[in-house]
């Protein structure tokens, strides 16, 4: 009956599957996890915040890695040094001066891709001819 409803291999099955999969996570986490030490239940939702921010940051990286692999076939580990100049420059103008959060973002963006052409300019170029 089910894969009359939802055929195997199409993307409304994927899509319910990956539904009920997170839906599965999230009752873990939030009701049948222990919660803090002064009673009640599940993980603080600070802390499932930070855990996705976090995974997120992974997500991206490996994402990267598996882009540059499947487009040049070489592993480029420093793909994670131009994003973090980038991030760098961002958190130093929000701490540090008075300029506002959009040009920020902006110079942020445009520093770490100037950085990424800079590595292709000088470095990538030999790995092309390989």
């Known amino acids: 009956m089910l894969t009359s409803v939802l055929p195997v291999g199409s993307r409304a099955r994927s899509l319910a599957a990956s539904g009920l999969a997170a839906l599965v996570a999230l009752l873990y986490v939030f009701v049948l996890l222990p919660g803090t030490p002064g009673g009640g239940r599940g993980t603080p939702l600070a802390i499932v915040f930070n855990g996705m921010v976090t995974g997120c940051s992974v997500a991206l990286t490996a994402l990267g890695l598996v882009l540059v692999y499947r487009t040049l076939r070489i592993l480029n580990f420093m793909q994670v040094a131009m994003g973090a100049c980038g991030g760098r420059l961002f958190f ?28 292709v300019r000088r470095v990538g170029r030999n790995f092309l001819h390989l």
Not at 99 to 118: D, K, R, S, Y
Request: hydrophobic share 70%.
């Open 92 to 119: 130093e103008f929000i701490q540090f001066t008075p300029v506002p959060f959009q040009i920020a973002v902006v110079l942020a963006v445009v520093v770490g891709a100037l950085v990424g052409v800079a590595f």
